[in-house]
Nanobody
Framework: QVQLVESGGGLVQAGDSLRLACIASGLTFSRYAMGWFRQAPGKEREFVGAISWGGGHTFYVDSVKGRFTISRDNAKNSVYLQMNSLKPEDTAVYYC??????????????????WGQGTQVTVSS
């Protein structure tokens, strides 16, 4: 049974940092490209960033470039999202996702077929 479990969310102030983690089980993690998405209340789920299976390629939405960094540790079946200089508009539930359909980092929602339950990130002004 495939499971993706996110952690690390919380309530922070604008300008603070958070590090989200996603631990995968039930799959051969190194074969999966991984992505982070987020969904704010009343809005559609949007792509945040992704990382290739080997970690050599990353891809971000413009709104987080220079502030967020994705990394992975295949030995620990884990992917991370380091979020710096957080803004109130970053408030959302953050989800990690996995895809075996490509080895590259992809922002395509439809490419991902494994999803975690999400972790709440709230940034106060």
């Amino acid at each position: 049974q495939v499971q993706l479990v996110e952690s690390g969310g919380g309530l922070v102030q604008a300008g603070d940092s958070l590090r989200l983690a996603c631990i995968a089980s039930g799959l051969t993690f190194s074969r999966y490209a991984m992505g982070w998405f987020r969904q704010a209340p009343g809005k559609e789920r949007e792509f945040v960033g992704a990382i290739s299976w080997g970690g050599g390629h990353t891809f971000y939405v413009d709104s987080v470039k220079g502030r967020f960094t994705i990394s992975r540790d295949n030995a620990k079946n884990s992917v991370y999202l380091q979020m710096n200089s957080l803004k109130p508009e970053d408030t959302a539930v953050y989800y990690c996702a996995a895809t075996e359909r490509t080895t590259y980092a992809t922002g395509s929602y439809d490419a991902y077929d494994r999803w975690g339950q999400g972790t709440q990130v709230t940034v106060s002004s």
